[in-house]
């Protein structure tokens, strides 16, 4: 059985979080074993899990529990930046 990852999307509901959803869901068609889940950042408990993760603001990605740089994600936690 193929391991199950998560790309969890952060969205407000605005276009450019449409095209995150729409992102979230292309990259999970790419590859077996991962799901989405979408969170909209309105409610307490996605606002919550959005700022465990490090990311500040909506539209965002994070697969695996680790925020996408290039999707609203932090910066680069490696280089100190």
Request: proline share 6%; net charge negative; charged share 20%.
């Amino acid at each position: 059985m193929d391991a199950q990852h998560i790309i969890e999307v952060f969205t407000a509901g605005c276009p450019s979080c449409n095209g995150a959803v729409a992102y979230g869901h292309e990259l999970a068609a790419s590859s077996d074993g991962y799901r989405v889940r979408i969170w909209n950042v309105k409610h307490a408990e996605a606002h919550a899990r959005m700022h465990r993760l490090g990311i500040t603001e909506p539209p965002a990605i994070a697969i695996d529990g680790e925020p996408l740089i290039c999707c609203g994600g932090p910066t680069d936690r490696r280089s100190g930046a």
